[in-house]
């Protein structure tokens, strides 16, 4: 073969690009580098490279197809033969193998993060505290509600908190020095309740407050809420109660010292859910039926004569 110019300047007779060519010989076979057609090069349709800015656009062949050169071109079988070989060059140039490893890569990343991120959550959970209601019980003794808590629950007037529980105090003017006793208990309790994780809701109700004052024990204890609380008013426990129903109470304990009549007892009855434990804890007096009420709802009485706490 007869080595040709240094630099030479083809027309892809299959994609009409033009591209350079070095040191080729006449009768070789080069590859188009903007499609990959395989050509021969021929020395009539070879051309030296001009440095005239515009000889591209004066070179009459700009126009010419492949059955005008086809003497050129290698055969289809030929042609075939180099695109199979070649195919991923042609159909995927390095901008888009790049492009396409470059998401592969951040595809993965992505879900090696959610994996891991829900493996640590799993991992997490199992140190967390079980909630109350999955806890075991060792002791058969004590009623409850079904949602068991430890087996050595703290008691409030002798009435073990061992479930969530909502405890309404009566702060009525016939509650009397009993409150002071009933306020240092919560003091007590308190810190205890949080160490155990029960969750207690003491709620105050008297004549004089709509809004019926509240403490936690799930939240630090208010000392100026409990210490400003005093006996005052007249307030039925049918009513105090009534004002909780929408709560859906699992459990009630009632502090009262209230002499009630019987219509009275029958009223929290009928304001208390059929699904509610109730229990109560009286000061100082027995109401007539309210043993029964207790006994319907599944919870303990407990009365203290003057003087008990």
């Not at 702060?171 to 969750?199: C, M, R, Y």
């Not at 009223?267 to 027995?286: E, M, P, R, Y």
Request: with cysteine; charged share 20%; aromatic share 6%.
């Amino acid at each position: 073969m007869d080595l040709m110019s240094e630099h030479l300047e083809l027309d892809c007779p299959a994609c009409g690009v033009r591209f350079v060519l070095d040191h080729a010989f006449a009768g070789s076979i080069c590859r188009c580098s903007s499609c990959g057609a395989l050509v021969s090069v021929d020395e009539d349709m070879a051309k030296p490279v001009s440095d005239e800015e515009n000889a591209r656009h004066d070179d009459p062949r700009q126009n010419m197809t492949a059955a005008d050169i086809h003497p050129t071109v290698l055969s289809e079988q030929r042609a075939m033969a180099g695109r199979s070989v070649m195919a991923y060059q042609r159909d995927l140039p390095p901008t888009q193998t790049g492009m396409r490893l470059w998401r592969i890569f951040i595809v993965t990343m992505l879900m090696g993060i959610i994996v891991g991120f829900a493996a640590w959550l799993v991992d997490q959970q199992k140190h967390l505290p079980p909630p109350a209601d999955k806890v075991q019980r060792t002791d058969t003794d004590t009623a409850t509600t079904g949602t068991d808590l430890t087996s050595h629950a703290p008691e409030f007037f002798s009435i073990k908190l061992d479930s969530p529980t909502v405890i309404l105090i009566d702060a009525t003017a016939s509650t009397g020095d009993w409150l002071n006793d009933i306020k240092a208990e919560i003091h007590k309790l308190h810190e205890v309740l949080q160490e155990s994780g029960t969750p207690v809701t003491f709620v105050f109700f008297n004549g004089t407050q709509i809004d019926m004052p509240r403490i936690e024990s799930t939240q630090p204890l208010d000392e100026k809420v409990l210490d400003g609380i005093e006996p005052a008013g007249q307030l039925l426990p049918s009513d105090a109660i009534s004002r909780l129903g929408h709560d859906h109470l699992p459990r009630m304990v009632l502090l009262s010292a209230q002499a009630l009549t019987a219509n009275q007892v029958q009223a929290i009855n009928k304001v208390l859910n059929s699904d509610t434990q109730f229990d109560a804890v009286w000061h100082g007096h027995d109401p007539q039926g309210l043993a029964l009420v207790i006994e319907q709802h599944g919870g303990k009485y407990v009365v203290l004569a003057d003087g008990q706490n």
